[in-house]
C-alpha cells in the first residue's frame, strides 16, 4: 500500500468483533478514524458506491467476519448485508443490479429502503426486458428472439419505474437505463436509434417517474454522442458515464456529452464497470475473491475525480458507482477514488 494512503481496516486486533445491534444480522467492519473524517470532508453531493453488496471478499474491508470469525456467505450478504454496508461512511449509494434480471415489487423496494439511513441513495438498473432490444437464451446469453418489449415505455412504467419509486421514496437515486451492444441493425439508423430512446425517456419523465432523474447507459460507442445527450436532455433524461472496456474513456465521454461544462445542470451520474482492456469474465477469475486492487486505473481515477469534484463544486449531485472488475475491489476502489476527491476539493480551495 503506497505511503500515506489509507485503509479500511483498523489497526486494532478486535477489528471488527463491535456489535452492531440487535437488528444486523450482518455486522459492520469497524471503520478506522482517518476513513471517517475522510468520508466527512468529501462534498456532501458526492455519493460513492458499489455494485450490488454480497461479496464474501469484503469482509474486514466493509462487514465484520461472521460468529466463526469466518466470512460470511454470499448468500447471507446479499439477503442481509445492506445495512452494515450502508453503515460505511464511504458508502452512501450502491447499485441494486438485481433489478436488471427481474422487476421487484414495491414491497421489495420498500425493505431495501428501511434498511437504509436517510441520506442514502439507490442507483437502481432498469429491467432488461426494456433496454435488450432481444430475449437471451438462459445460460448461453445468446438471442433467441426479437424482444417485444424492448423500450415498451408503458411497460417499463408499470412494471419498474412506479413500484421503484413507490417503495423507494427519498431513497430512490438515479434510475439507469443500460443498453446493451444494440447490434448492427439498430446502429445501421443511429439517429433512429436515438429519437427511439428518447420517446421513451419522454414518457418515463412524466407520471410515474415523479422527478426521479433516469439516465441512459449506452455500450456502443457508435452512441456516444453530442446528439445523444440532446435527445435525452429534451426528454428530461441525462446520460451515465458507461466506464467499460467497450467505451471511449470517461474524459472522452464526459466531453461528448458535455457533462464536464461548467453550465452543465445535470447531476453527474458514473458507473466504473470494467477495467479498459479486460473482459468481464476473465477479470472476475483475476480479481475474485475481490479483496484487493490488482489493476489499478490511475487514469480512470482522476478523470472521475476531477469530474466529481467540477459537478460538486457548483451543486450538482454526483452517483459514482463501482464494479469489482474496475480494479480488483470495488470496497478499495471507492476508498482510493474518496482520496482522489479529496485532494482534487482541497487544491480546487
Known sequence: MPEGQLSLFRDDADAG?????????????????????LAAALPAAVRLGTSSWSFPGWTGLVYAPGPTGRPLSEAVLARAGLAAYAAHPLLRTVSLDRTFYAPLSTD?????????????????????????????????????????????????????????????????????????????????DVPRTIARIAACMTVLARAPAGGVCLA?????????TAELAAALGDAGAIPCLAIHARMPPAAAQAAVFGLDRDDC?????????????????????????????VEEDEPTRAAVAGLATRAAKRGRGVFVTINNKAEGSAPLSVLRLAEAIASHAAAAD
Open 265 to 293: 445542470p445535470w447531476p453527474l451520474v458514473a458507473r466504473w464497470n470494467l477495467h479498459a482492456g479486460r473482459a468481464y469474465e476473465q477479470a472476475r477469475a483475476d480479481y475474485f475473491p475481490f479483496d484487493r486492487l
Open 216 to 224: 441512459v447507459e449506452v455500450r456502443d460507442p457508435e452512441l456516444c
Open 108 to 188: 421489495a423496494f420498500a425493505r431495501y429502503a428501511a434498511e437504509v439511513p436517510a441520506g442514502f441513495r439507490f442507483v437502481v438498473k432498469a429491467p432488461a426486458a426494456f433496454t435488450d432490444p432481444v430475449v437471451r437464451q438462459p445460460g448461453s446469453g445468446m438471442a433467441a428472439r426479437d424482444n417485444p418489449t424492448f423500450l415498451d415505455a408503458a411497460a417499463a412504467g408499470a412494471a419498474f419505474v412506479a413500484p421503484a419509486v413507490a417503495g423507494l421514496g427519498p431513497t430512490a437515486g438515479p434510475f439507469v437505463f443500460q443498453f446493451p451492444p444494440l447490434g448492427r441493425r439498430l446502429l445501421a
Open 17 to 37: 468483533d463491535r456489535p452492531a445491534g440487535p437488528r444486523m444480522a450482518v455486522r459492520p467492519v469497524a471503520v478506522p478514524p482517518a476513513v471517517a473524517a
